[in-house]
């Protein structure tokens, strides 16, 4: 059985406040010396991304933006994908909807729900409100299938969100913001479509692991074989309950690096198990 490792980013593998990853070194090497596939499952951007791959020096397949499309690099391990399109160095699996559809219903409403999205916000606003670097913001704000955004009154999203639903968009809640995507799109969506495709690629079924933190990755750890959920730094979960979901002890990186040492050690125990 081959392991895939999915992963959310920020309050994951990244620290929620510094956006380091530091702390997972162990786990990183520890993944890259097994030779097991990395795949970022995140509400970041696909520029995001290849920055952070960079900097890692990965080279792995990857989900944005909280499962609009999975991207696939060049050559990668001689997979054979049926589906998808060329975007060179890419072969895309398309799943959300486009910014452009997303910003168009998104202005439609803004006014009536006092709502600011990325495409209202300058990278100047987006660096005050994560933390980012001016880099990593101007990168953030180049969405291609999500519209990040704040309301001025939350409790109004109750009454924002069928209205959304009635035009074929939904919200979830990531970290920092509101999301607003297509109905169809989220990350577990995603991930079944990945790990079908190494499953047809490998021999034998695969074996998948996720790790995430908050709302918008619930629907991951519900689409993976071991689902790993870290706590905020406040020490709270989020709420979901899972027969076999595991609890990390520590948030961010630190918590990551412990947890997938861990689901490492007891890879042959699952894969007697499944």
Sequence with gaps: MNPLVFTDLDGTLL???SYSCEAARAGLEQIRRQQIPLIFTTSKTRLEIERLQAVMQIREPFIVENGGAIFFPDGYRNLKIEAGFRFPPYTVIKI??????IRRFFYSVKERFKLRGFGDLSVEEIELLTGLSTEQASLAKQR?????FVIEDESKIGEFAPIAASRGFKITFGGRFFHLMGMRQ???HAIQQCAQIFAKNTD????TIGLGDSANDISMLKNVDIPILLPHDDGTYEDIELSNL???GQP???GWNNAILDALSRLEE???AK
């Design 270 to 272: 699952w894969r007697m």
């Design 252 to 254: 961010g990186s630190l």
């Design 246 to 248: 595991i609890r990390a």
């Design 186 to 188: 989220d990350k577990g």
């Design 96 to 101: 959300g909807v486009t910014y452009s559809e």
């Design 144 to 148: 291609e299938f999500t519209e990040p």
């Design 15 to 17: 620290n929620h406040a």
């Design 204 to 207: 034998g079924r695969v074996l």
